[in-house]
């Protein structure tokens, strides 16, 4: 019999996004009464738009709708798998849209990998926008190499756990208030429990996400505070602090473009590249000079 699923997506303000999400769940190839959608808003200002992207599908599709106060992704996430009634859950994002062969990719994974946290492949759906390309090859640059390294790192908009796992290990860790770093600390946690991590390449999400440039840069920005605090939440869980990586790595990131198969505008993409390492670097002093402590730690809603 197929397992159950309780599908997690944070929102916050995408209320017509969400809705696209949401379509792509009731084409999902897998039986209706094994998977439940919670769609965990994050403090929408107008809660009265996301009631209405969602209420096409509440016919379709067994679908909840949890609220809580802008806490931030991690604390979103937390809250829906508190929520979740099925034994497994797979998290996703607003911008993204499943394919309908997602559920059933990660329900066979987990017939091999009892225990494991999967993660599946995300593909750029954005093909005429240069920045959403650069943030897909730096993606497909850090999956590589840390599959490489023994120690995968999957981002949290394409993974599945079982819940009691998740629970155990401890969920998403409050102290990252932003999007970035948090599933990096999960998979690290995860990983250090000795949980074996798994990537399911047919379990494929597509990532609609747009920019201008300077989100684009913006949010590299937040990703560099992201790293900062997951250094610091590191050291306060497990003593010394994460080394930054040899500056090899760093040449070899940006140079990926120049030879990546799926990247079309190479010489722009590689300089976006060279682009997120300085917003990156700027995050990362800027939080380490204004939050230097390890704060609360965090645990799940």
Known sequence: MPRGFSIVVPTYNRPARLAECVASFAALAYDRDRFEVLIVDDGTPRIEEVRAALAPFRERIALRLLEQAHAGPAAARNLGAAAARHECIAFTDDDCRVDPGWLAAFDARFDAHPGALLGGRTVNAMTDDVCAEASQALVDFLLGYFLAKGAPFFA??????????????????????????????????????????????????????????????????????????????????????????????????????????????????????????????????????????????????
């Open 156 to 301: 949290s908009n394409n993974i599945a756990v079982e819940k009691a796992t998740f629970e155990r290990v401890g969920g998403f860790d409050l102290r990252f208030p932003l999007a970035g770093g948090e599933d990096r600390e999960f998979c690290a946690r995860y990983h250090h429990a000795g949980g074996p991590l798994v990537y399911a390449d047919d379990a494929v999400v597509s990532h609609y996400h747009a920019f201008t440039l300077k989100r684009f840069l913006r949010q590299h920005y937040n990703y560099g505070r992201g790293a900062c605090c997951y250094r610091r939440v590191h050291a306060a869980r497990s003593g010394p602090e994460v080394g930054f990586e040899r500056s090899r790595f760093y040449l070899d990131l940006v140079r990926y473009p120049l030879h990546a198969p799926a990247v079309r505008r190479r010489g722009r993409v590689t300089l976006l590249m060279f682009a997120t390492q300085v917003a990156n670097a700027a995050g990362f002093f800027v939080e380490k000079c204004t939050r230097p402590d390890p704060g609360r730690p965090g645990s799940p809603a």
